[in-house]
């Protein structure tokens, strides 16, 4: 966990994106953790996968600006419900 988090400095990347669209499916610093893994040995840890844990884990805020969302933020670390607009 710890070793993870280091990477964002034990703090959530909160991105502002405006659409979908925009959000990425791999990121400089994914694939920089990516191959960090790979060296170390671990198999099936292609930057994809990691920005997706990435954003799973709460490391990654990608909610898109139009959405609402509600964060609370513990000692476990952040968590969040989006609710999407629809048109």
Do not use: C
Not at 5 to 28: C, L, M, Q
Not at 46 to 63: C, E, F, L, P, R
């Amino acid at each position: 966990d710890a070793f993870i988090w280091s990477y964002v400095d034990g703090k959530p990347i909160r991105n502002h994106f405006t659409s979908e669209e925009e959000v990425p499916a791999r990121t400089p610093l994914s694939d920089r953790i990516s191959k960090d893994l790979k060296k170390r040995g671990f198999k099936f840890v292609g930057s994809t996968i990691i920005y997706a844990y990435m954003q799973a884990v709460g490391m990654v805020n990608d909610h898109v600006n139009d959405a609402i969302y509600i964060s609370l933020e513990t000692s476990f670390g952040e968590f969040s419900l989006q609710i999407s607009s629809f048109p």
